[in-house]
């Protein structure tokens, strides 16, 4: 039984230490190209440089912490992806479709809860009684 060949990206080739390498690259040219073309990013990355450091002086306990932290983090990831969407739809065409701004429409959407995540779980942690 012959099976064929899965076509793969010729990029997809490096191992080991160079594809870490080449990995860790592509990951800064993402976050520099949110910052240089997505304000919507710069404007989280301020809150997060807003929010972090406040969640570490917070009389929280380590988890809190972690939860805090990570809800602001949390939105700049799906920031992140949502640009990577609105990007790759205007370059598949620029022309209005009604899949292109579903496709918008709920990456907007995404951004949207994880923003309305991090006041819930800010409440929840530092408001929250416990039995």
Same mark, same amino acid.
């Given at each position: 039984m012959s099976t064929k060949p899965t076509e793969q990206s010729p990029h997809k080739g490096k191992t080991g230490l160079q594809r870490i390498w080449n990995a860790s690259r592509y990951s800064l040219d993402g976050l520099s190209a949110a910052v240089r073309h997505e304000a919507a990013f710069r404007q989280e990355v301020l809150l997060a440089v807003l929010l972090i450091p406040a969640a570490?002086?917070?009389?929280? /306990?380590?988890?809190?912490? $972690?939860? @805090?932290? +990570?809800?602001?983090?949390?939105?700049?990831?799906?920031?992140?992806?949502?640009?990577?969407?609105?990007?790759?739809?205007?370059?598949?065409?620029?022309?209005?479709?009604?899949?292109?701004?579903?496709?918008? /429409?709920?990456?907007?959407? $995404?951004? @949207?809860? +994880?923003l309305i995540n991090v006041p819930v779980v800010w409440g929840l942690v530092l408001f929250a009684r416990t039995p």
């Open positions: 570490l002086f917070t009389p929280a /306990d380590g988890t809190g912490k $972690a939860l @805090m932290i +990570a809800s602001v983090l949390l939105v700049l990831i799906v920031e992140l992806l949502n640009s990577a969407i609105e990007a790759a739809v205007d370059r598949t065409s620029l022309e209005n479709h009604v899949l292109a701004k579903r496709a918008k /429409d709920m990456g907007s959407a $995404a951004v @949207m809860l +994880a």
